[in-house]
């Protein structure tokens, strides 16, 4: 399987990004590592915002269920705020990011 790397400076450091698809250009793959990483980003905000990482349960399909419910509840919360004219604030700052980690969009 053939790879390709890119090499970024970021902050005070270099990051490798690796992808199997030979047909992105560069800026295609900085552009779907950064998308991916505002997945990453939503879904740490579930964990901890909704409180999936304090699930007490054990068996395979209530963590399941549990974890459909809160991607269930954050995605209406998302749409919800999306709808608002201000952007609501964090209950706990991220990254000194005091708001939603997804951009609202123009309303």
């Known amino acids: 399987m053939c790879r390709a790397v890119v090499w970024i400076y970021r ?10 698809d030979l047909d992105l250009t560069v800026e295609q793959i900085i552009e779907y590592y950064g998308a991916r990483w505002k997945i990453e980003a939503a879904f740490k905000e579930i964990k901890q915002e909704i409180g999936s990482s304090k699930s007490q349960t054990r068996n395979y399909h209530a963590v399941t269920n549990h974890l459909n419910f809160c991607m269930m509840a954050a995605t209406v919360t998302w749409i919800y705020a999306d709808h608002l004219d201000k952007t609501p604030q964090r209950c706990y700052a991220v990254n000194n990011q005091v708001t ?4 609202m969009s123009e309303n």
């Open 100 to 103: 939603l980690p997804f951009p």
């Open 11 to 20: 902050r005070s450091q270099w990051v490798a990004l690796f992808t199997t």
